[in-house]
């Protein structure tokens, strides 16, 4: 049965006391960790949580966190990983009312925010608290967390979920509106990580590092599950950054498996443009690496490239969202494509939508829709939103726009929802952004669509300049004539200090948008 308890049992019984977590100077072997989550599991039920209830961790990456979630599957709960980037009380509360938590596990520095969310929130009882904290001032509703750990039969509540049992639930980032739950179940999660692990080989020698926050079906499923799957070592980072700890880390521990955004990598890609910082990421840090993933977002091939260039290592690309748990394709081994997100995984079906959901032959582009054991159960007490996902024969609506070639990869165009419509004509963002890019003087851009006065949209782009670079907005409408069709050119352009990102280091254009709708609603503006 394909349950995280029977995945963390198994990890146990095969790997002992070998090493699993490493965090900092601290380490855990397999069996402490499962010992732990079964002591936690333990208290949890003394406090009252039972099968079903809803348990928030709103908590940097960390071994308490990988022994929360864990000790809620024990019990047949339901972890609910919290972005811990938010920070506003009210839209904490939103996301503990809406899946009705009873409790949280959190850290101290977060403990005003989740004090105030608490407040708003009738079913929410205790937040057991992982970090020392001063009782002076400490709230009525914080407990230690270290006072959870409990002696409990090795067989306790061993059976206590189901496969098909809800196992996570997982808010949206809210690009696009208020967060929607996802939940996953126990088969989603474990037959992810599975067929996943089929497409990259890996070993029991391999050591891998999460820098990612684990809040996120990412790094979750792809690291800290893959890692309790295979026995591996998990290296854990508390935060991306800065870099130079995990860095450091990482040649320390040897590790040999590394995975990270896009943005990861293009930054690990400009650090190098200097010869000792490139030395570093070749001799040292990435000494034994022998496998880069990359995940949540489309890697631009020039990042790609730069990456290979710095440390003489190949980047597989995955793709997938946090609907699917989150993996749907990956790169075939020794079959990197630039440009493309990989073939489906084992037991993952792909088709590619027009509006009125006819399937479209390879090379349309369209709605990419999944099918497969890795679609989730379905959004939190949102029927209507369930609903409208699927479409009518019961493929998951991705909202990702891309293509299918004649191999079976997967090339992702843009989100639905940034696609840009001019004069009639699809423009996709993403490519509009990739083209950008060549321009030596910007570091990164987003382009969004601008509604003008007949109803059609205008092109603007938001640009952040590389260092020392001084702005010169003239110069840019320039570089965007000479690139650009004339209905694929931005005929707006701002130049900004930084773009707005969610945790994942992804843009958030909704954000973009809103500013320019304020802009309009402002007096004295159009």
Sequence with gaps: MATLNGLLDRAAQEGGERTFLVHGERSYSFSQVRGDALSVAEGLRRAGVRKGDRVA???????????????????????????????????????LNDCGAVGAVTQAEFLPGMTAAAAKCPALKTLWVTDPTTRHGRPEIARDFSGLRAPAPADRHADAADESDVAAILYSSGTTGLPKGVMLTHRNLVTNCESALKRIALTRKDATLCVLPMFHSFAWTALVLTAARLTLKLVISSSVAPAKPWLKAMGEQGVTVFAAVPQVYAALGREARDFKTRMFLKLWAFRRVRVCVSGAAPLPPAVARAFLDASGIGIVEGWGLTETSPIATVTPPGRIKFGFVGTPIDGCRLKVIDDAENELPQGQEGEICVRGDNVMKGYWNLPDATKEAFTKDGWLKTGDVGMIDDEGYLAIRDRKKDMIIVKGLKVFSAQIEAVIAE????????????????????????????????????????????????????????????????????????????RELAKRAAPGES
């Design 57 to 95: 961790i709103v908590h940097r990456n960390a071994p308490e966190f990988v022994s929360a979630y864990f000790a809620l599957s024990r019990l047949g709960a339901i972890a609910v990983p919290l972005n811990f980037m938010v920070r506003k009380a009210d839209e904490l509360a939103y996301m």
């Design 439 to 514: 321009n030596p003087d910007v570091e990164e851009s987003a382009v969004i669509g601008v509604p003008d006065e007949d109803g059609d949209e205008i092109i603007k782009a938001y640009v952040v300049l590389k260092k020392d670079r001084l702005p010169d907005k003239a110069a840019l409408l320039r570089f965007f004539k000479e690139k650009f069709d004339p209905y694929k050119r931005p005929r707006d352009v701002e130049i900004v200090e930084f773009l707005p990102k969610n945790a994942l280091q992804k843009v958030l254009k909704r954000e973009l948008r809103e």
